[in-house]
């Protein structure tokens, strides 16, 4: 069973402190991935790594940052919080190859900046 | 501009009858197409693809079709029952595992009992 799991399930921060998600996979995934969850908007991915040290942006990396130094862990920084990174943010991991298109999520952080 | 639409933000439909949710694509690229389900609290889980070389894809009580010329795919579940009750992502990608998954806004579905 694909597991993957994340640091926090709810977080508070106030505006402009730095922020550290984490993620890890136990399924030796190449390819990890960080989404946020917005009503209405769906799942926009901010960034993701194909490999370690690897990483590209997303639709929306402005104002974070990735670190992956290692295969299993996936982390997502946001330098200076601010009240519109307020969500819920999701890692997720899949195998890489034509077809692997399925991604296994952790179960999410809920991220309140006030 | 959003590529992949749900237009229907909610869904009712009573246990037993059949549940469908839409979903329509702008991107003619799209190569390959998923639904995941989101049950409040947890992350979302795969729950069933189809590729653009086929018009049909059956899991159980799950089934996709997929219309090419109209851009649109759409997701039955039947029967349905009060556990199917969760939030449903559309989403599409492109004919590399490398391309990017674009998700839909997502459809709540309550099934009543």
């Known amino acids: 069973d694909v597991k993957v799991t994340q640091s926090s399930r709810y977080l508070v921060k106030r505006t402009g402190e730095k922020v550290f998600l984490e993620c890890v996979q136990d399924?030796?995934?190449?390819?990890m991935f960080w989404y946020r969850q917005d009503p209405g908007l769906g799942l926009r991915l901010i960034y993701f790594s194909y490999d370690v040290k690897m990483k590209e942006k997303g639709d929306i990396p402005e104002g974070y940052s990735v670190s992956r130094e290692k295969k299993e862990r996936f982390s997502l920084i946001l330098e200076s919080a601010s009240t519109n990174q307020t969500s819920m943010y999701l890692c997720?991991?899949?195998?890489?190859?034509?077809?692997?298109?399925?991604?296994?999520f952790g179960p999410g952080t809920r991220l309140t900046v006030t | 501009d959003q590529q992949v639409k749900q237009n229907s933000p909610s869904l009712s439909v009573q246990e037993g009858r059949i549940s469908i949710l839409n979903c329509d694509y702008t991107n003619s690229m799209f190569d390959y197409f998923l639904w995941y389900k989101k049950y409040p609290a947890e992350g979302p889980t795969f729950l069933i693809s189809?590729?653009?070389?086929?018009d049909k894809n059956e899991d159980g009580r799950f089934t996709v079709f997929l219309n090419k010329s109209a851009k649109h795919l759409s997701l039955h579940i039947v029967p349905s029952q009060p556990g199917d009750s969760a939030v449903y992502f559309c989403a599409a990608s492109g004919k590399t595992s490398y391309d990017k998954v674009i998700f839909g806004p997502g459809t709540s579905l309550s099934v009543i009992p």
């Open positions: 399924m030796d995934h190449e390819n």
């Open positions: 997720a991991s899949s195998l890489p190859g034509q077809g692997s298109y399925e991604q296994y």
């Open positions: 189809i590729s653009s070389i086929k």
